[in-house]
């Protein structure tokens, strides 16, 4: 049953707000970490307007899961009893589609609130957003929307504004070079809504990790990646690299971790972790305020033993670190990362000699692979020393890289958003269609990543060229090697104390998912 709610209410408020402080509410789709709208809506909140943030739908790693209707009338529930001015929309391009439709429903029921959309989508496609809304954040949506909060305005750097038939598209700003001018996140006013259900609570309180982001920019420039846009979206607009400072990060865990009972263990999201000498001491100083185990994202470059052997005694557990491909020219040649093989290995090895976790995470069903390119992959994984855990992804190609523009302009893909999966199937899915050349070397990536598995017997079934055009027991193998791995790595971090029983069940349910679609 379709509500239909009393605008008047909405409207006599949007005319009031010259007398009275507007309302601001921030709505996450998929995406329970958010890092823009959490920063957003702090720094507005401390600017002394009333804020609310709801977090629609959790992310999810195969796929883009569409909303219930009872899901979007809790969502349209809470509209109505906020009663906001403005409402304020992060999306990624993966749930471009199903955030347009809710959109749409939204003008329809509350014609009177002003929709901003911002977040990675809205950057990189601002044209594509502005025929949804009136507003576009292009970048950092900080003092972009507390100015348009101030006076609303058409000339506000940064947005991109739909006025009376004619779209203005305003200069971008500098890039914000202090970080630590931000206010900590605020933890309150706010819900999720999952599975039917709405919770009236931050998200982050029924997760054992907590996320967290010390820089934003990342400094390299990998084909597949939007950063490969981003770079030259911002030239000339100051550091596309800037940290916060080893204190303003400490001061933020700790209010996390006093605010939230249940916090195991602390994951650094940052592209590439500080290497930076200077900060990284002081945050090792500083870090053992906190006491938890804590994960950090690396690139084989920036790997340094001396760095790594400190970080793991101030508590470091896990390292997730792109490989993307063993072979060495795909690496170089199509995917713009310039590790040699030889880089990779010593990562690796120095990762083995201090007993530090890791991930190497790897893209498959990339059109550009040829049959050697696939052997060679295959061989230079093997040499990876073990235990490790290969997180296997399907390459999706997002609007505007490097690869996906080089994909279009040679014909490989008609559009964005096109690859084996698709949109919204982030994991790897044996499932999928593809070549059976693509399907065989699948299997035996996912077969490498069982440390149970001897490479010995992985070596063995290479030699077995019936497996090459029969790839049902090479599938049956990998999806039982699998669904063992899901609960040997949940059951070492319940025994670690780094995840809680009810994450894992999470995970575990995730999986299920992920293997059934």
Not at 432 to 444: A, D, F, G, H, V
């Amino acid at each position: 049953m379709i509500r239909l709610y009393d605008n008047r209410r909405l409207n006599y408020i949007n005319k009031s707000i010259k007398t009275n402080k507007p309302k601001i509410l921030f709505i996450a789709f998929y995406d329970y970490g958010a890092f823009g709208i959490r920063s957003i809506q702090s720094f507005i909140k401390s600017k002394g307007y009333e804020t609310y943030t709801i977090f629609f739908k959790e992310d999810m790693s195969n796929r883009i899961l569409e909303p219930t209707d009872n899901e979007k009338e809790m969502l349209f529930d809470k509209i109505h009893l906020f009663c906001p001015n403005i409402i304020c929309i992060s999306l990624r391009s993966p749930q471009f589609k199903v955030v347009s439709k809710i959109n749409k429903l939204i003008k329809e029921r509350f014609p009177g609130i002003t929709i901003i959309w911002g977040g990675t989508h809205a950057t990189i496609c601002p044209e594509v957003c502005i025929e949804h809304v009136d507003y576009v954040c292009v970048g950092e949506g900080e003092y972009p929307l507390l100015e348009f909060i101030k006076k609303p305005s058409a000339d506000i750097k940064n947005f991109w504004v739909r006025k009376d038939g004619k779209i203005i598209k305003n200069e971008l700003r500098p890039l914000i070079q202090d970080l630590d001018a931000f206010p900590i996140p605020d933890y309150t006013n706010r819900c999720y809504i999952e599975d039917n259900k709405l919770i009236e609570e931050d998200p982050i309180a029924k997760l054992s990790k907590y996320q967290i982001m010390a820089c934003r920019g990342c400094p390299f420039r990998c084909s597949f990646c939007s950063n490969s846009y981003l770079h030259g979206l911002f030239k000339g607009k100051g550091n596309y690299i800037r940290r916060r400072s080893a204190n303003h990060v400490i001061k933020e865990l700790l209010h996390a971790k006093k605010t939230f009972k249940n916090i195991k263990v602390i994951s650094f999201l940052d592209e590439v972790f500080a290497f930076d000498k200077e900060w990284l001491n002081g945050f090792i100083k500083e870090y053992k305020k906190i006491n938890l185990p804590f994960r950090i994202e690396l690139h084989p470059s920036k790997v340094d033993e001396g760095n790594i052997k400190l970080l793991k005694n101030a508590g470091l557990s896990l390292v997730t670190m792109g490989i993307q491909c063993g072979s060495q020219r795909i690496r170089s040649e199509i995917f713009n990362r310039f590790t040699p093989d030889e880089q990779i290995l010593k990562a690796a090895n120095i990762f083995k000699k201090h007993k530090i976790s890791v991930n190497y995470d790897i893209i498959l069903d990339n059109p550009y692979e040829t049959p050697k390119d696939m052997a060679d992959s295959i061989n230079m994984l093997l040499k990876l020393p073990r235990p490790y855990r290969l997180v296997l992804y399907s390459l999706n190609n997002f609007p505007k890289t490097e690869l996906t523009q080089r994909m279009i302009a040679d014909g490989t893909i008609s559009k964005y958003g096109t690859g084996v999966q698709g949109f919204g199937r982030w994991g790897m899915s044996l499932k999928s269609k593809r070549s059976k050349e693509s399907l065989y070397y699948n299997c035996i990536v996912s077969l490498l990543s069982s440390n149970f598995i001897p490479k010995l017997m992985i070596r063995h079934l290479l030699k077995i060229s019936f497996l090459k055009k029969h790839t049902q027991p090479l599938i049956i193998l990998s999806r039982i090697s699998r669904e063992l791995n899901v609960m040997i790595y949940g059951t070492k971090f319940i025994l670690k104390g780094e995840v809680s029983f009810a994450m894992f069940r999470q995970y575990v349910k995730n999986y299920i998912s992920k293997i059934r679609n």
